[in-house]
C-alpha cells in the first residue's frame, strides 16, 4: 500500500488543456430613476441579460452608492428630485470617469442631454425607451468597459469611513486593500494574502471570492498548519479505498469540494517540501489525482493562499522552495497591522460593540474617552483578533452602558505609554523585528532620525538605508 503523503507526478497539460479562462464576472448597472415602476421595469430587463442592477430614486442616493460600491455604467432620468441628471453625470464622472453614463431623456429636454455629454455623458436615449435599443446601446458600452474602474469617491464615504465585504475602515492603507481585493476578483490568478496573524486574511480571501466570477461555487478554507504531516496530501487530493492503512473507503480532497470555486490555503508556510512540490504540480498543470487512484482530475479551483511569515526570507534560507512561491505570488495582499491603522480603532471597536451588545443582550454602548485613550495606546500584537476579543470580554463584564476601562485586561488598563515597550510576536523573522524596532523608535522620536539613530545605536546612513527598504518593499505590495 502507498503511503498517504505520496502523490503520483502529475503530467504537464498541453497549453490547449488546461484550465480555460473564467469569463469576467457580471457588469455592475446602477438605475437612477424616480419612477419606481419605470425603474423595476429597465432592471428587470438588462438583468435578463445576466447583469448587476441596483435601483435608487434620486441623484443624492446613488452618489451614496457610489462611496460604497463602482459601477461599470448608470443610467438616469434628466430630470429627478434634487440634484438634476446632468450635475449627477458630472459628479459621477469627476470621480469615475471610466462609468458609462446614459441619459434617460423626453423630448422637451434633448438638447439639455445633448450638452450632458460634454459633461461626461456617453449617450442618451429618449423616452419611450425602447427595450431592444436600450439593451444593444447597454452592450455597446459595456464592451470597452475595463473590469476594474478606480473610484475616488470610495475612499471618501462618510468621514472616510467604507464599509467593504464584512470590512469597516477609515485608514487609507485599509482603502487600497479594498481596492487591492477588487482587482484581484477580476482575474482568476493565484493570490497571496500576507500579514501579522490576527489581521483577517480569510476575511480578504472571502471578500475575493464573493467579487469575482466564481462567487456561486464553494469556498474551501484549509488551515494546512493543523493537518498532520502524514494526511496533508490525502486532505487536499483525496485517496481510494485501500490506498493505504486506515483507507477503509474513498474520500474526496478539498480540490475536489471546492471545484468551480475558490480554496483558501491558510498559513502556507507550514507545508513541507513534498506537499510543496505536490501542490506546484497543481498549479503548473491544473491536475492532480487522488492518492491510489489511476484517473487524472481537472483542478478547476481558483487557489488563495496566506501566511504570517516572510516568504522570500524562508526562501533565501532554503525552508520555502521559490518556484512555488512565483507560483502563489501572482498578485499579494499585504495586511497591516493595527498599529499601521490605529485610526480604525475606534471605529472596530465600535463595531465589535454593538454586535456583542446585541449577541449577549447587554444595554452597553458606549466608550468612555478614558477607555478609547487605553485601545488607541496598546500596541495590539493580536491585531484585529485581539481587539475583537477584548471588546467582547468587556461587554460580557459590563453592567451598564458604559464600557468602564476597568473592564480591560490588566495589560491593557495598566500599560505604560506604546513607546515604552516594543513587543515582537512569537515566530517573527529578524527581518520583520528589525523592522518593527525601527518603526517604532522612529515614531517614539516624532519621525527625528537623528535621534532614532542614536537610541538604535546606528549610523544615520544605515537608517536611511533601512528605512528606504521599507519604502521599497511597501510599493512592491
Same mark, same amino acid.
Given at each position: 500500500?502507498?503511503?498517504?503523503? $505520496?502523490?503520483?507526478?502529475?503530467? $504537464? ?9 473564467? @469569463? ?12 419606481? !415602476?419605470?425603474? /423595476? ?20 442616493? %446613488? ?18 428630485? +434634487?440634484? @438634476? ?30 450638452? %450632458?455629454?460634454?459633461?461626461?455623458? @456617453? ?18 458600452l459595456l464592451e470597452t468597459r475595463p473590469d476594474y474602474l478606480p ?11 467604507? #464599509? ?35 489581521? +483577517? ?5 472571502? !471578500? ?8 456561486? +461555487? ?10 498532520? #504531516? ?16 486506515? !483507507? ?26 513534498? $506537499? ?29 493562499? !496566506? ?8 526562501? /533565501? ?33 465600535? /463595531?465589535?460593540?454593538?454586535?456583542? %451588545? #446585541? ?59 506604546? /513607546? ?58
Amino acid at each position: 500500500m502507498s503511503d498517504p503523503e $505520496t502523490v503520483p507526478t502529475y503530467p $504537464t497539460a498541453p497549453a490547449g488543456e488546461r484550465r480555460a479562462a473564467a @469569463s469576467r464576472p457580471a457588469p455592475r448597472l446602477l438605475v437612477v430613476e424616480d419612477d419606481p !415602476a419605470a425603474a /423595476e421595469a429597465m432592471a428587470a430587463l438588462l438583468r435578463e441579460e445576466r447583469h448587476t442592477v441596483e435601483v435608487v430614486g434620486s441623484a443624492e442616493e %446613488a452618489l451614496e452608492r457610489f462611496r460604497l460600491e463602482t459601477y461599470h455604467l448608470v443610467i438616469t432620468d434628466l430630470l429627478l428630485p +434634487g440634484k @438634476s441628471g446632468v450635475e449627477l453625470t458630472k459628479a459621477i464622472h469627476e470621480a469615475c470617469p471610466a462609468t458609462a453614463i446614459v441619459l434617460i431623456t423626453g423630448h422637451a429636454t434633448v438638447k439639455t442631454a445633448v450638452s %450632458a455629454l460634454k459633461r461626461g455623458a @456617453s449617450d442618451y436615449l429618449r423616452k419611450p425607451v425602447l427595450p431592444k435599443k436600450l439593451k444593444e446601446r447597454v452592450a455597446a458600452l459595456l464592451e470597452t468597459r475595463p473590469d476594474y474602474l478606480p473610484n475616488r469617491l470610495l475612499a471618501v464615504g462618510r468621514s472616510g469611513e467604507v #464599509r467593504f465585504e464584512g470590512m469597516v475602515a477609515r485608514s487609507r492603507v485599509m482603502h487600497n486593500v479594498f481596492e487591492k481585493i477588487k482587482l484581484a476578483a477580476q482575474a482568476d490568478a493565484t493570490v497571496l494574502i500576507t500579514g501579522e496573524s490576527g489581521t +483577517g486574511k480569510e476575511l480578504v480571501a472571502r !471578500a475575493v471570492h464573493c467579487r469575482s466570477q466564481r462567487t456561486a +461555487g464553494p469556498f474551501i478554507a484549509v488551515h494546512t498548519g493543523a493537518i498532520p #504531516r502524514d494526511l496533508i496530501a490525502s486532505e487536499l487530493f483525496g485517496h481510494e479505498r485501500g490506498s493505504f492503512t486506515g !483507507a477503509t473507503e474513498r474520500k474526496e480532497g478539498k480540490f475536489e469540494l471546492a471545484e468551480g470555486g475558490t480554496i483558501f490555503l491558510d498559513e502556507i508556510s507550514t507545508m513541507d517540501e513534498r $506537499t510543496q512540490i505536490n501542490l506546484l504540480r497543481v498549479l503548473e498543470a491544473f491536475t492532480y489525482m487522488r492518492i491510489g487512484g489511476k484517473k487524472e482530475r481537472a483542478a478547476n479551483v481558483r487557489v488563495v493562499a !496566506a501566511t504570517n511569515r516572510d516568504l522570500t526570507e524562508m526562501v /533565501e534560507r532554503g525552508a520555502f522552495r521559490e518556484d512555488l512561491y512565483y507560483r502563489l505570488n501572482i498578485l499579494q495582499i499585504r495586511l497591516p497591522t493595527v498599529r499601521e491603522r490605529r485610526e480604525d480603532i475606534a471605529l472596530l471597536g465600535n /463595531e465589535f460593540l454593538q454586535h456583542f %451588545a #446585541r449577541v449577549y443582550k447587554k444595554p452597553v454602548e458606549v466608550v468612555p474617552a478614558e477607555t478609547q485613550r487605553l485601545l488607541d495606546g496598546y500596541h495590539w500584537p493580536g491585531n484585529v483578533r485581539e481587539l475583537r476579543n477584548v471588546i467582547e470580554q468587556a461587554v460580557l463584564l459590563a453592567r451598564g452602558r458604559a464600557l468602564e476601562p476597568e473592564l480591560l485586561p490588566q495589560m491593557i488598563y495598566r500599560a505604560g505609554p506604546p /513607546e515604552e515597550v516594543i513587543r515582537i510576536p512569537l515566530g517573527s523573522t529578524m527581518r520583520a523585528a528589525e523592522r518593527e524596532i525601527i518603526l517604532r523608535t522612529l515614531e517614539s522620536t516624532d519621525g527625528n532620525k537623528k535621534a532614532t539613530a542614536e537610541k538604535l545605536g546606528i549610523s544615520r546612513r544605515s537608517l536611511y538605508n533601512k528605512l528606504a527598504e521599507y519604502g521599497r518593499a511597501r510599493d512592491e505590495l
